[in-house]
């Protein structure tokens, strides 16, 4: 399915390399991506882009998959980013992606991270409130430099996703009232330290109801640019954000040619250069985690497969009732009888489960199972709740696989953590 072919003899396939090979050689739970799939969709979206001649540069959303070799195999695919935290932003640098390719977002940037984002000589930051344009200002005078500021405005539109991911209803913390923003920009243009380059906007994530609340938003957004042009303030850039959706089982998403379209139609004929800030469309379906089952129980009412990947590894399902695919590596299970059961992760509590009712084979301990679009808010979300040690991750290309993240020793997840002096055995 999607990025996975099926081999007969060698069961799941990413590209030229058997996922049981991966597990054989790394153990599970191991992220997966696929280089191929990653540099395609950028490919798509970019071309998508260029046919509706919405030219944009397309800025990734590291928070997606902030993995090195994920973020350099974008970069050397023509990607820039889009980064919330000096974390981030270090991330990006250290991924090759050039300072002037960065855009910097986020409801609450501190001071430091400001600093640090001018200092390496940031392409923009997007500001969300009269406050925070206040102190770019104040810094940015500080240190004598002139610091390039977009404005977010919350164009007041429902995106139709889910509550805890839509961002564009008035409601929401992110932006500045679009109402307001005539007269912060004009106090941008006044402030000393500031260089108002233009306006950005994010509505939602996961959005699936087709383009029309990006439609809506790209509209109110051209006509504040027209606004603040007849105002006599300079309006060279916007930025669209992020938020295209992928089908996780049958949704059908809007395509990137029709958000090109909508895009070329609202902001087309502005004369200014447009950016895009997509995570889950390019990496989402780039993505695997790959599990094993330990042992399958039957319960009292239903069967549960019980694998060593958890909720401190994917959390998307316990968090936002995210629906996950969930199939089989071994050829010998796609022609097994299938029965609904409930797939599970070990964690002491009940949400620590993946799907209910899922039609799947029986599988014996030690069978292979992949979930499938993990390559957005998987491995980025993951914690070590209940002490687990954050999973592997491995690149493919080709017939190639690498390790690109080790798997956290038992060591490193009790490293850093100190007894204090009043305690036996503090040293
Ligand atoms: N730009 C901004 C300002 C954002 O806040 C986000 C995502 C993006 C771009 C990228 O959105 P995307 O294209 O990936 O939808 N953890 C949630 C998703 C949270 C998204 C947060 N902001 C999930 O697993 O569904």
């Known amino acids: 399915r999607r990025q996975l072919?099926?081999?007969?003899?060698?069961?799941?396939?990413?590209?030229?390399?058997?996922?049981?090979?991966?597990?054989?050689a790394h153990g599970t739970p191991t992220w997966v991506y696929s280089a191929g799939t990653l540099r395609r969709r950028l490919g798509l979206l970019q071309g998508a882009l260029d046919d509706a001649r919405a030219k944009a540069q397309v800025h990734f959303a590291v928070k997606a998959n902030p993995n090195l070799a994920v973020l350099r195999t974008l970069a050397e695919a023509g990607a820039g980013a889009d980064v919330v935290s000096e974390g981030e932003l270090r991330l990006a640098r250290a991924a090759g992606i050039a300072a002037d390719h960065i855009v910097f977002s986020g409801v609450g940037k501190t001071l430091a991270e400001i600093r640090y984002a001018l200092a390496e000589g940031i392409q923009q930051i997007n500001a969300e409130s009269a406050e925070e344009v206040e102190m770019i200002s104040a810094i940015a005078t500080a240190m004598g430099v002139e610091a390039p500021v977009a404005l977010r405005v919350n164009p007041d539109v429902d995106a139709?996703?889910?509550?805890?991911?839509?961002?564009?209803?008035s409601e929401n913390k992110f932006g500045i009232a679009i109402g307001d923003a005539p007269a912060l920009y004009a106090r941008m243009?006044?402030?000393?330290?500031?260089?108002?380059?233009?306006?950005?906007?994010?509505?939602?994530s996961q959005i699936t109801a087709g383009v029309s609340a990006y439609r809506i938003a790209y509209g109110h957004l051209a006509d504040l640019v027209r606004a603040l042009r007849a105002q006599g303030l300079p309006v060279e850039r916007v930025d669209c954000g992020g938020g295209?959706?992928?089908?996780?089982?049958?949704?059908?998403?809007?395509?990137?040619?029709?958000?090109?379209?909508?895009?070329?139609?609202t902001l087309g004929n502005l004369g200014v250069e447009l950016m895009v800030e997509p995570g889950r469309w390019i990496s989402g379906p780039a993505g695997v985690l790959l599990a094993s089952v330990i042992l399958q129980k039957t319960g009292a009412e239903r069967r549960f497969v019980v694998v060593d990947a958890a909720m401190n590894d994917l959390v998307r399902p316990a968090m936002y009732d995210a629906w996950h695919g969930i199939v089989p590596v071994s050829p010998a299970d796609y022609v097994?009888?299938?029965a609904p059961c409930d797939v599970v992760g070990p964690i002491c509590e009940t949400g620590?489960?993946?799907?209910?009712?899922?039609?799947?084979?029986s599988l014996d301990p030690g069978s292979l199972v992949a979930f499938l679009d993990a390559g957005a808010y998987g491995a980025s979300m993951s914690s070590t709740y209940?002490?687990?040690?954050?999973?592997?991750?491995?690149?493919?290309?080709?017939?190639?696989?690498?390790?690109?993240?080790?798997?956290?020793?038992?060591?490193?997840?009790?490293?850093?953590?100190?007894?204090?002096?009043?305690l036996a055995g503090a040293t």
């Open 336 to 338: 097994a009888p299938i």
């Open 352 to 361: 620590d489960t993946f799907t209910r009712n899922r039609g799947l084979p």
């Open 189 to 204: 243009a006044s402030l000393p330290g500031i260089r108002p380059v233009g306006v950005a906007v994010h509505i939602g």
């Open 5 to 24: 072919t099926m081999d007969p003899a060698a069961g799941l396939m990413m590209e030229g390399v058997a996922l049981a090979a991966i597990a054989r």
């Open 386 to 422: 209940n002490s687990r040690p954050l999973a592997a991750e491995i690149l493919v290309d080709g017939d190639r696989f690498a390790v690109v993240r080790e798997r956290q020793t038992q060591e490193a997840l009790l490293a850093g953590q100190k007894l204090p002096s009043w």
């Open 244 to 265: 295209l959706g992928i089908p996780y089982r049958d949704e059908p998403p809007p395509a990137p040619a029709a958000l090109a379209g909508a895009i070329a139609a």
């Open 160 to 169: 139709k996703t889910h509550a805890k991911i839509t961002t564009g209803k």
